[in-house]
């Protein structure tokens, strides 16, 4: 006979988590239960006074001396080489800059330069949207086309005329993790580019580019890597491309010489050539915090972690909310899955309204997903148990169905 798993043995597994004392370096305000760091990454509790400082003694009183004096100049390449280990990638490999979006942008255009015969990008169906809406801009101005095809059966839509394959590691509804070294392979055995979004797995799960011999990839600075809302995202370029891979948005910070003002465009040698205006330094300033968090993690230990946590909801959401009307969206197998876990229900949207106002802070993914994002850097078994419980609650008092819980709000 199985023993039920109960609070107490949550509070076990946190007492016995050696990246427990971890959570200390976040501010996480009582009695909020913060299931949400896919979407927005928690402040670092040194961010306020860093910025403070960036702001004050860099700004306010080097002023325009601090490009050189504090370097900001170099921001973007020092921000690469952090996040670079989190990605299985080589220092110089890897820039802060702009959005994912535009990063998106960039590398797209980019690749179909390198591929001029081929005329097709392969997208996923139903993947993040932008990642799409940038696939179909760059196919129009080069006149190619986009094909879309479903996640699990993307390698086998690579043919001879696909020029790039775009495809996101981790479903951000889902959660549905790719194999990055076989879709990689397949992509290249047919002569294709691969691009990777690795917006929601930089910082939750191992990704390792470069024994995935991957190409290029883009990802977000706000979600794991707790940068802040809007941080500046990052973009990779494997070393062995980087010459030939032309910049598509050549602004000034991209050129070889900046401070040259020359009035044809030189790009710069490696990444550099795809920074395009001036970085935002107190942005970039608060990436460089959340980056910092990860100094001295035992990495593996880290996704391990994000692992269990997610478990476990699959667990009590299955033992605890039985009967209820959820059905588990996500992958059940640890190893397929990314750090946040979905639960389908036709009323998600309300429900997850209704935990909300109780502390448990997670989203709602339309149509029907109830989603929620397990952080490993802070985020608690207990919490788990606790967010579990809030919505057994929820469910059994039947409080989500009360009519304000219905509106819509703009963000979801
Ligand atoms: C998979 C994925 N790609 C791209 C983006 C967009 O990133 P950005 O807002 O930096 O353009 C997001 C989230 O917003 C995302 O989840
Ligand atoms: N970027 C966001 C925003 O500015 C507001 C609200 C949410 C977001 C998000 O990041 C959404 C996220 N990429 C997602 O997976 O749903």
């Known amino acids: ?15 016995a988590d050696p990246l427990a004392p971890m959570r200390d370096r976040f501010v996480l305000p009582e009695g909020v239960i913060y299931l949400d760091g896919n979407s927005l990454g928690a402040l670092p509790r040194t961010t306020p006074a860093h910025l403070a400082d960036v702001v004050t003694a860099q700004w306010g009183r080097d002023l325009i001396t601090s490009w050189n004096r504090h370097d900001w100049i170099g921001f973007p390449m020092r921000l690469g080489a952090m996040i670079a280990p989190l990605i299985g990638a080589r220092p110089d490999e890897v820039i802060a800059c702009d959005s994912t979006s535009v990063n998106l942008f960039k590398l797209i255009a980019g690749a179909a330069a390198l591929r001029p015969e081929r005329r097709t990008i392969l997208v996923e169906d139903g993947g993040f949207p932008t990642d799409r809406y940038m696939a179909e801009s760059v196919a129009a101005l080069v006149g190619g086309s986009v094909r879309t095809a479903p996640r699990e059966a993307i390698e086998s839509h690579i043919d001879d005329n696909v020029a790039l394959v775009v495809l996101t590691q981790v479903d951000y509804r889902s959660s549905d993790r790719a194999d990055m070294a076989e879709v990689t392979a397949a992509a290249h ?19 390792d580019l470069t024994t995935c011999d991957a190409d290029l990839a883009v990802g977000c600075g706000y979600k ?7 941080a500046p995202a990052f973009l990779f370029v494997a070393r062995r491309l980087q010459d030939a891979l032309p910049s598509v948005l050549p602004g000034w910070m991209g050129h070889a ?42 990495l593996q230990a880290l996704f391990a972690k994000g692992q269990g946590l997610g478990d476990l909801f699959i667990q009590l959401m299955e033992e605890r909310c039985a009967g209820h009307g959820f059905t588990l969206a996500s992958p059940r197998q640890a190893t397929a899955r990314g750090s946040h876990v979905c ?7 309300p429900i997850c309204r209704a935990l909300i106002e109780r502390g448990v802070v997670g989203d709602f993914r339309a149509p029907d997903l109830l989603r929620m994002g397990f952080t490993p850097l802070y985020t608690r078994f207990a919490d788990v148990w606790d967010a579990v419980e809030t919505l057994r609650e929820v469910m059994t008092t039947g409080v989500w169905q009360e009519d304000r819980l219905q509106q819509r709000e703009v963000v979801t």
């Open 1 to 15: 006979m199985t023993v039920a798993f109960r609070r107490q043995d949550a509070l076990s597994l946190d007492a």
């Open 189 to 207: 055995r047919r002569g294709a580019l691969i691009l990777w979004d690795l917006s929601h797995s930089a910082g939750a799960v191992t990704i």
């Open 224 to 230: 794991y890597l707790n940068g802040g809302p809007g």
């Open 257 to 298: 010489q900046p401070f040259a003002f020359e009035q044809g465009y030189r790009p710069a040698p490696g990444l550099a050539r795809h920074l395009c205006g001036t970085p935002p330094i107190l942005a970039m300033a608060a990436l460089e915090e959340g980056l910092g968090q990860f100094d001295g993690v035992d």
């Open 343 to 349: 639960f389908a229900h036709d009323h998600a949207y």
